[in-house]
């Protein structure tokens, strides 16, 4: 993988999802799984900035112009310097069919354009959502939906935003979905099958201008070796794209 994530991988109880027709393992079908009383199965991803935003060429997985109310591209990193994921997104699937995603973290914001520092910001987001060919897409449930928001932590003076504040963010359809997130490469040069997560927003005045959007790619949450030592086993069952998602 091209980068190192900072998260502790799933416990031993996690399971093998599916392995290549090589039998060896790949990002986009290795899903980490874990239950709850036999009720849930959750599903965790680290985050990473995209390179393909409409900001480039600086890469980030969130942008909100309408953070301070300015026409500057303002974006928030899912990365630390050294480029380790600081965001994860988890799929929480229960057993009577409904599936949630969270988006948790850390990000950095940033001025694009004029490199001013805003600081740390603590993320999380919440969407519903549904199991499609490929991923989840949220068919516009989440729209003009709180989604959750932006806390300040580590702000900066030039932050509107002061520790412990919190920016609230709304889903925003584009006339089909508010959110998507899918295995399908989306703007990733050579790519047909990373997951690539993207939706959008809107703070809590909807007339604010500007781009307003989730853009990051992820990688599945690595297995423990204890768990990999079951790929020879799963092998000769043939390539699935991942378990039955309705539990």
């Known amino acids: 993988m091209r980068h190192t994530p900072l998260f502790t991988a ?12 090589a039998g060896t393992v790949s990002h986009d079908v290795l899903l980490g799984h874990s239950s709850s009383a036999g009720s849930e199965t959750t599903t965790t991803f680290h985050l990473f900035d995209h390179p393909g935003g409409m900001a480039s060429p600086q890469a980030y997985g969130l942008r909100l112009d309408s953070f ?26 229960s057993s009577d069919g ?3 995603l969270n988006i948790v973290g850390t990000v950095s914001g940033n001025s694009a354009d004029a490199g001013i520092d ?6 999380d987001l919440t969407y519903i959502v549904d199991a499609s060919s490929d991923g989840w897409e949220d068919n516009n449930q989440s729209d003009g939906i709180l989604l959750g928001g932006l806390t300040g932590m580590n702000t900066t003076l030039d932050s509107p935003l002061g520790n412990g504040d919190f920016f609230e963010l709304f889903g925003k359809s ?5 959110f998507r997130f899918l295995a399908d490469g989306h703007r990733v040069m050579g790519s047909m099958d990373e997951w690539v997560g993207r939706g959008w927003v809107m703070g809590a005045d909807p007339s604010a201008g500007g781009i307003n959007d989730l853009l990051f790619t992820a990688q599945i949450v690595p297995l423990p070796p204890a768990a990999l030592g079951g790929i020879g086993l799963l092998a000769g069952l043939g390539v699935y794209r991942r378990l039955n998602r309705r539990g």
């Open 68 to 93: 301070d109310n300015t026409s500057t591209p303002i974006t928030f990193s899912f990365e630390d310097a050294d480029g380790n994921s600081t965001v994860q997104l988890v799929v929480t699937e």
């Open 174 to 178: 584009d006339g089909a979905d508010a």
């Open 118 to 123: 805003y600081g740390e910001f603590a993320l």
């Open 98 to 100: 409904s599936v949630e």
């Open 10 to 21: 799933l416990s031993s109880s996690a399971l093998l999802c599916s392995v290549t027709h």
